[in-house]
């Protein structure tokens, strides 16, 4: 069992910053991946950031140059730095965690980000 606990969200003003943390604990042999997504009301659940094993990033169109996804392999911890926000993000924001290529999410509760002035 692999347990996600997301921290970070809130509402901040258009243009400000806020800065998401997830931290993955339980029986986890290895990480391949980490990774946001994110869900607004009364749409799907879309692709923001992920992070492989080795370094290689990828980012939803929406959020390039602004968002940056970062981890931290010895707390097993993955971060998205979110600048310049705009009202087009609120959504609750959920980390998952992949240990091989193929296998399956496991996933946060999800934090709450709201762009609002």
């Known amino acids: 069992q692999v347990q996600l606990v997301e921290s970070g969200g809130g509402l901040v003003q258009p243009g400000g910053s806020l800065r998401l943390s997830c931290a993955a604990s339980?029986?986890?042999?290895?990480?391949?991946?980490m990774g946001w997504y994110r869900q607004a009301p009364g749409k799907q659940r879309e692709f923001v950031a992920v992070?492989?094993?080795?370094?290689?990033?990828n980012y939803a169109d929406s959020v390039k140059g602004r968002f940056t996804i970062s981890r931290d392999n010895a707390k097993n911890t993955v971060y998205l730095q979110m600048n310049s926000l705009k009202p087009e993000d609120t959504a609750v924001y959920y980390c998952?965690?992949?240990?091989?290529?193929?296998?399956?999410?496991?996933w946060g509760q999800g934090t709450q980000v709201t762009v609002s002035s």
């Open positions: 998952n965690l992949r240990q091989t290529a193929f296998g399956t999410f496991s």
């Open positions: 339980g029986r986890i042999s290895s990480i391949y991946a």
């Open positions: 992070i492989i094993s080795g370094g290689s990033l």
